[in-house]
């Protein structure tokens, strides 16, 4: 939710673990969307860590660990991209809100 300083938090939360990994929907929804939410993308860059993709393949019935992600700074840009990506290799139950 805006405003509720989850970003902040998370970071926060990776500067205090060794190890640690957060699984994130970028989609943000459940319905369909013209943009993915980029707070994902914010939370790597302020806490430095990699943007692991991890994909689920419907038709193959498989969920794929892509690799890492490849980032400008330009969130809404970025968020883009890495959608487009992962819209061209991979098909979720409800490709019509891809």
Known sequence: QKGSGTV???TSWFDSV????LAIAPEGTRSRTEAW??????IAKQADVPIVLVCWDYPSKT???DGVANTSGDNTVDAENIRQYVREKYQGKHPEFQ
């Open 8 to 10: 902040a938090k998370v």
């Open 18 to 21: 060794d190890k640690g990994w």
């Open 37 to 42: 939410r980029t707070g994902f993308l914010e």
């Open 63 to 65: 969920i794929v660990i």
